[in-house]
């Protein structure tokens, strides 16, 4: 009997947007990106508010994210979620890990690591949070919770990404253990996502480039907690004219829900699409043609 290759799970993908604002280019870009990536496969595309950062939070910045895709043509094949209605499960996927040995308290504060780090940079050592607390407190009071990463040559993690092709990171000598939950009570992104991607069933992730550094921890995490690992395609930034990342700190502009065809149009020639189609569904449907035509997975497994 020939063994067969297992069937690929139903694609779906997500939006994830922070409220720290309404969208702007940058993350249309994003949010186009992955809605035509799960049209173009037949598959889900549902939206996350990652509002767990409470102090960076704009109120009513959710929503008026949620209008503005919606004059776009982009809808959510589920209700949108908010992770801060879901943090028992960040607690959850804690305990798990802790019962396993897997975590442990951090006592350090952000000052002696930031001195440890200067340290390490003069004696041009590796530039990783140095495991200060790995075997224990020494007398500090717990204020974090980190993840043990591997030593050695397990450290060293790699994945493939769609666009930006082969990427590795020694989580051991580039990161060190990093945090899970903070100092200041609240959780981190990466475990947060990992867990809401996990239970979500999402296969593919499509996302911004700047966060390619954070994907090796993101896997690291899925195999500790037993979840699958989505497939990954980060789309470059976008800049301003100083090159700098286009965000709500450097001057970008809220997308003007009147001209929403405008809008996607500039979204689309960063990622390489050009189209005529003088109506929104018109020109969603042409970006998504393109889109299939250079993204689309083909074949066995797909």
Request: proline share 6%.
């Amino acid at each position: 009997m020939t063994a067969t290759a297992p069937a690929r799970r139903a694609y779906r993908g997500r939006f994830a947007p922070s409220p720290t604002g309404p969208l702007h280019l940058g993350s249309l870009v994003t949010a186009l990106a992955s809605w035509l990536d799960a049209r173009a496969h037949g598959g889900q595309w549902l939206v996350r508010i990652e509002d767990i950062d409470y102090p960076r939070c704009v109120p009513g910045a959710d929503q008026q994210i949620l209008d503005t895709l919606a004059r776009l043509g982009m809808h959510p094949d589920e209700p949108p979620v908010w992770q801060s209605r879901r943090e028992a499960h960040y607690a959850s996927a804690l305990q798990r890990l802790e019962a396993a040995g897997l975590v442990y308290p951090c006592g350090c504060s952000r000052k002696e690591i930031a001195d440890s780090l200067a340290h390490a940079r003069e004696r041009h050592q590796t530039l990783a949070y140095p495991g200060t607390c790995r075997h224990g407190l020494n007398g500090k009071l717990p204020r974090a919770w980190r993840v043990r990463v591997p030593d050695g040559d397990a450290a060293m993690l790699c994945f493939d990404d769609r666009w930006q092709h082969r990427q590795c990171q020694d989580l051991a000598t580039e990161l060190g253990d990093f945090v899970l939950r903070r100092a200041d009570g609240m959780w981190a992104y990466q475990l947060a996502v990992v867990v809401d991607d996990g239970l979500q069933g999402i296969t593919d992730i499509v996302r911004g480039a700047d966060l390619l550094d954070s994907t090796p921890r993101q896997i690291h995490l899925q195999r500790l907690l037993g979840l699958p690992t989505p497939a990954y395609l980060h789309v470059p930034v976008v800049c301003n004219e100083a090159g700098e990342k286009l965000s709500k700190q450097t001057g970008a502009q809220a997308i003007d829900t009147l001209a929403p065809l405008d809008a996607l149009r500039q979204a689309g020639a960063h990622l390489g699409i050009d189209s005529e189609r003088a109506d929104v569904a018109g020109w969603l449907a042409d970006a998504t043609a393109q889109w299939a035509a250079r993204w689309l997975r083909r074949g066995p497994g797909n």
